[in-house]
T-cell receptor, first 113, second 113 residues
Framework: DAGITQSPRHKVTETGTPVTLRCHQTENHRYMYWYRQDPGHGLRLIHY???????DKGEVSDGYSVSRSKTEDFLLTLESATSSQTSVYFCAITPTQNTGELFFGEGSRLTVL | QKEVEQDPGPLSVPEGAIVSLNCTYSNSAFQYFMWYRQYSRKGPELLMY????GNKEDGRFTAQVDKSSKYISLFIRDSQPSDSATYLC?????????????FGKGTMLLVSP
């Protein structure tokens, strides 16, 4: 298994509270991604990183921010959680761009009440 | 028209059956084609990877790409109950930058003993 750890694995929170999800990798891969997975929508890219302090938006980035201060850690923050952000969040890593060979974490299940 | 179309299933088959899973796509720039397998409450894992057109075989699994028809398939021979999972197709274009993968919504496969 690729060395990817997501935390927390499960979280229940209330609308309006901030939430931070952490992705930690031990593979020293350059590229890291945050996806959300919802029934009827599949996997959608939120944000990605192509190096320390280098990040960019994906297709569903509104309401989310990210930070990457170290190669191994990629944080996803919901500044003020909403019920529409209830989802399963997956971190993914890859050593190469373009080819799409992603290695996924186990997921973080977030419920916003 | 969605970029990638995939029948959500579920597809139910008896053990030992040959399974065919398919995706169609609209973007002729896609050149990398992948199949991911996702067990319930787990992250997706890369199953098969092909570049451009043709077939690729790995044990009981065969991935087939027909770029002229914009159609990809995954065949599973001698299906086993352990193959029960959701299968996601994914694809990307060459030189498309860092956030490249477009996923299908996944087909749920159920293999009964």
């Amino acid at each position: 298994d690729a060395g990817i750890t997501q935390s927390p694995r499960h979280k229940v929170t209330e609308t309006g509270t901030p939430v931070t999800l952490r992705c930690h990798q031990t593979e020293n891969h350059r590229y890291m991604y945050w996806y959300r997975q919802d029934p009827g929508h599949g996997l959608r890219l939120i944000h990605y990183s192509y190096g320390v302090k280098d990040t960019d938006k994906g297709e569903v980035s509104d309401g989310y921010s990210v930070s990457r201060s170290k190669t191994e850690d990629f944080l996803l923050t919901l500044e003020s959680a909403t019920s529409s952000q209830t989802s399963v969040y997956f971190c993914a890593i890859t050593p190469t761009q373009n080819t799409g060979e992603l290695f996924f974490g186990e997921g973080s299940r977030l419920t916003v009440l | 028209q969605k970029e990638v179309e995939q029948d959500p299933g579920p597809l139910s088959v008896p053990e030992g059956a040959i399974v065919s899973l398919n995706c169609t796509y609209s973007n002729s720039a896609f050149q990398y084609f992948m199949w991911y397998r996702q067990y319930s409450r787990k992250g997706p894992e890369l199953l098969m990877y092909t570049y451009s057109s043709g077939n690729k075989e790995d044990g009981r699994f065969t991935a087939q790409v027909d770029k002229s028809s914009k159609y990809i398939s995954l065949f599973i021979r001698d299906s086993q109950p352990s193959d029960s999972a959701t299968y996601l197709c994914a694809m990307s274009a060459a030189n498309s930058g860092y956030s490249t993968l477009t996923f299908g919504k996944g087909t749920m496969l159920l293999v009964s003993p």
